[in-house]
């Protein structure tokens, strides 16, 4: 029930087009979902997060798309870039409860744009 | 700027011979996080520190043990490095109350010879 499903294990767009990574979740104590994007050898950063109260979050070319009753969130990358090329990680944690704030992560979508 | 930063970057050491990693931050988070990261995979957790107080995740060996003398420090300790504990070894804080964002050190590159 602690599992973040997160499909495909790898990706990969040609330059401007739409890159989409989903993830699933069964835990409906979750109420936080970030994505972090992390290159090689870098540590994981934040690129977008999103909360059980809207369904849709954009942040220039990344949106998050939320569906609470199917427990579903995806990443898409709009007029995806090289520069993108990473690995991106979904994750969610719960506010309460034992595990409190600890993030349970995705097993990590390997993205590849191509020039 | 504010940040978590990790040392060594890169750290080599032999089978069985303990070695100590450390991370400073300076957002003045309350929560520590020591991750493992091994290649292709997601970051695991072994254990954090809201404030002084310690929380092992259950599946964390015996091995690993890790001290925070004040906010801004924590180290992770390996007794005995076997093969398989090379991997990155990431740092991260939050601040509950604040935004959930947990930020994430460069990480450290351990190799066990």
């Known amino acids: 029930q602690q599992q973040v499903k997160q499909s495909p294990q790898s990706l990969i767009v040609q330059k401007g087009g739409i890159s989409i990574i989903n993830c699933a979740y069964e835990n409906t104590a979750f109420d936080y979902f970030p994505w972090y994007q992390q290159f090689p050898g870098k540590g994981p950063a934040l690129l977008i997060a999103?909360?059980?109260?809207?369904s849709e979050k954009k942040e220039g070319r990344f949106t998050i798309s939320f569906n609470k009753s199917a427990k579903q969130f995806s990443l898409h990358i709009m007029d995806s870039q090289p520069g993108d090329s990473a690995t991106y990680f979904c994750a969610a944690s719960a506010a309460y409860g034992g595990s409190q704030g600890n993030l349970i992560f995705g097993k990590g979508t390997k993205l590849s744009v191509k020039p | 700027d504010a940040m978590v930063i990790q040392n060594p970057r890169y750290q080599v050491t032999q089978f069985g011979k303990p070695v100590t990693l450390s991370c400073s931050q300076t957002?003045?988070?309350?929560?520590m996080y020591w991750y493992q990261q091994k290649s292709s995979q997601a970051p695991k957790l072994l254990f954090h520190?809201?404030?002084?107080?310690?929380?092992n995740e259950a599946d964390t060996p015996d091995n690993f043990q890790s001290r925070r003398p004040n906010t801004s420090f924590c180290f992770l300790d390996i007794r005995s490095p076997g093969l398989g504990d090379a991997a990155m070894y990431l740092c991260?804080?939050?601040?509950?109350?604040?935004?959930?964002?947990?930020?994430f050190g460069p990480g450290t590159r351990l190799t066990v010879l």
């Open positions: 957002l003045n988070h309350n929560v």
């Open positions: 999103i909360r059980p109260d809207v």
């Open positions: 991260a804080t939050s601040s509950p109350g604040g935004s959930d964002e947990q930020f």
């Open positions: 520190y809201y404030d002084k107080d310690f929380n």
